[in-house]
């Protein structure tokens, strides 16, 4: 029986009408909310948000967090996928263990690394017990900047580094071994086939998984939040205080803007720079 | 140019044995085809020649070196794959350049030796293209110049037409000859399709259950098979075997007696088109089931005795299903094997 020409768009009206419904609307309504200064069009709500005093500082430690975490999780992952893609054996076990991060919520991940390295959490207990510390240590107030933004990138890259992975360990085993095959018989040194063959293959998976992972790097907001509270601002979490404790909408709504362009622009960048020719495709 | 030594190779994964000590001599500038049904170890071989796999026992010489323990690079050989693995995210030309690069080649040297491939292969007007815009045969044709540009001592080649469609198969195989035979490499081809290692190689090695069962000239595989999968596996239609018995030196079949080597039960094993069509009474008494008009022959399958028999008669033969016809057989052109063992009885 013929189908009807309509019956493709009556099928995907649904979805079509609940991301209508649930994300355009009210992306539109924040947007618009950003730009209501009370009577009509202002930029006031950008002012307001750019003059505040913790706008500089959020601002620098997101992109500092971004460009430290991503490039650390995108080696690991690619160091991990190519260990996984070399093991015979145990495998299943292996991938699976590395994933496990992926099921545990960004908040509780953020109360399990502050339970080791808060003044008297596990790390401290144990330098102490070697006698390496005479006594409770902070690393995670306002007066350890840099000691508080590494245990945000630990708990970052502990917790985030596996979807890069998996994204990765799926474009890696689409690339037939005949290719790293061939590249052996003529020649090639192993860095040689990591950067001729398997990076330049890996790209359409690369690029998905730097978005998706940036992204969400430039959203972050739990994991801070459970170390370091408002010890180390950041976009998403001024956007939270200018909302919740200032009960300022406007201005935190100029906020969710401005992640909203940062991750636009960070996509565009990356469809552009990793762009695969149509015609080099598999 | 070298010759290649494989002493003795076996190989077992896990509890699997794969090769059983597998010995193979191949002489400078010699193409040998590896033919067997799947499973039979054919890959694995060449797999190991080629360094990709390590064998568990033995060795491989190339050129008077012994290849054993050194990196598929280090081995002087090129390869080409069933898949063709040609590059995606490179255009033809560097495609064709990759071994040459490795090597460290200028840029001179890679211009000429990649000129030189694809020219043998026809492929210069795709030099600047990528893979995904060229059909299966043009992709093989690139793998082939890729393995050719580097010059190597030793080419392997893999099922390199398998995965094109017959017609295809057909011309890359004549034109792979004539290639080949100009560039005089030495060449093992590892492949199930007997017409293939027949038209292309200078010897054919059988192979079977992890050994080389018969290693001999085309020709002499055909019409001289080693053991009766020999004879069941190389041509088409396969060989037929007829199974009797012998006494006082010889065999009656219907009307006519052949001399066999021992008496007893015994197989006689003859081609289809051997046999010559006479009438029932005189010949071996054949009785037809199928008649199959093929254009250039006429292909008759029945029974001798208990025994399937096809027979390749000339097109213009009139016969029927249900016809008794009688097989009259040239001496010369049969072979004798022993039920037992299933090999060739030698002399025979």
């Known amino acids: ?220 907001f739990a994991v801070v939040y459970a170390l370091g509270g408002r010890n180390f601002p950041i976009i998403v979490g001024e956007a939270y205080t200018w909302q919740n404790e200032n009960q300022n909408y406007g201005v935190a709504a100029a906020y969710a803007v401005l992640v909203m362009a940062i991750s636009l622009a960070a996509t565009v960048i990356y469809l552009k720079a990793l762009r695969v020719d149509p015609e080099a495709q598999a | 140019m070298a010759g290649i030594l494989i002493d003795k190779v076996a190989k077992q994964f896990g509890n699997a044995v794969a ?72 255009t033809v030309f560097e495609n064709v350049a990759f071994g040459l690069r490795m090597k460290g080649a200028g840029q001179a040297r890679v211009e000429a030796q990649v000129r030189k491939a694809a020219a043998l292969l026809h492929i210069e007007e795709y030099l600047g293209r990528y893979p995904a815009k060229l059909s299966g045969g043009q992709r093989q044709r690139v793998a082939v110049a890729r393995a050719l540009a580097v010059e190597p001592a030793v080419l392997l080649m893999d099922e390199p037409l398998s995965n094109l469609d017959a017609l295809l198969r057909l011309e890359m195989r004549a034109e792979l000859r004539s290639v080949l035979r100009e560039a005089g490499t030495t060449t093992i081809y590892v492949t199930h399709d007997q017409t293939e290692a027949m038209g292309l190689a200078d010897r054919i090695a059988v192979m079977h259950g992890g050994h080389i069962v018969q290693i001999d000239t085309p020709t002499t595989i055909y019409s001289k098979p080693a053991t009766r999968f020999v004879g069941g596996f190389v041509g088409s239609p396969p060989m037929n075997f007829v199974n009797t018995t012998a006494t006082a030196g010889s065999a009656r079949l219907g009307g006519i007696t052949l001399a066999s080597p021992v008496d007893g039960p015994i197989i006689l094993g003859f081609r289809g088109e051997d046999a010559r069509l006479t009438d029932a009474a005189s010949g071996m008494p054949f009785k037809v089931k199928v008649a199959e008009p093929m254009g250039s022959h006429l292909l008759l399958t029945g029974h001798v005795g208990d025994d399937l028999a096809r027979i390749v008669a000339p097109s213009s033969t009139r016969i029927g299903a249900g016809a008794t016809l009688g097989l009259a057989l040239d001496p010369t052109r049969i072979i004798w094997i022993d039920p037992q063992t299933g090999r060739t009885h030698p002399g025979a």
């Open chain 1, 1 to 220: 029986m013929p189908q009807p020409r309509w019956l493709p768009y009556l099928l995907i009206a649904p979805s079509v009408a609940f991301l209508a419904a649930f994300f355009l609307v009210p992306l539109g309504q924040t947007i618009l909310l950003s730009f209501d200064g009370g009577q009509g069009f202002s930029l006031a709500n950008y002012a307001r948000m750019a003059g505040d005093l913790n706008f500089p500082t959020a601002l620098r430690n997101t992109f500092a967090l971004v460009i430290v975490v991503i490039p650390l999780q995108v080696a690991l992952a690619l160091v991990m996928g190519l260990m996984l893609q070399k093991m015979t054996r145990g495998r299943e076990l292996v991938l699976w263990i590395w994933t496990i991060p992926l099921g545990v919520s960004d908040l509780a991940a953020g109360l399990v690394w502050l339970a080791i390295l808060q003044d008297s959490g596990y790390l401290n207990t144990l330098l102490f017990q070697f006698g390496l510390i005479s006594g409770p240590t902070a690393y995670l107030n306002s007066e350890t900047p840099i000691a508080l933004f590494f245990a945000v990138v630990l708990a970052e890259v502990w917790r985030a580094t596996a979807i890069v992975l998996i994204i990765l360990v799926a474009g890696i085993q689409l690339i037939p071994k005949e290719f790293g095959e061939a590249a052996d018989i003529f020649g090639a040194s192993p860095w040689t086939k990591f950067r001729k063959i398997t990076l330049p293959l890996l790209k359409p998976s690369l690029q998905s998984a730097l978005i998706l992972r940036t992204v969400l790097a430039f959203e972050v």
């Open chain 2, 19 to 90: 090769l059983q000590e597998i010995s193979l001599t191949v002489a400078d500038g010699e193409f040998v085809a590896l033919l067997g049904p799947s499973g039979c170890g054919k890959t694995t071989l060449l797999r190991i020649i080629a360094g990709l796999e390590v064998q568990s026992s033995g060795k491989v010489v190339i050129g008077e070196r012994d290849v054993s323990a050194l990196k598929p690079s280090e081995r002087g050989l090129a390869m080409v794959f069933q898949n063709y693995a040609v590059f995606p995210h490179m």
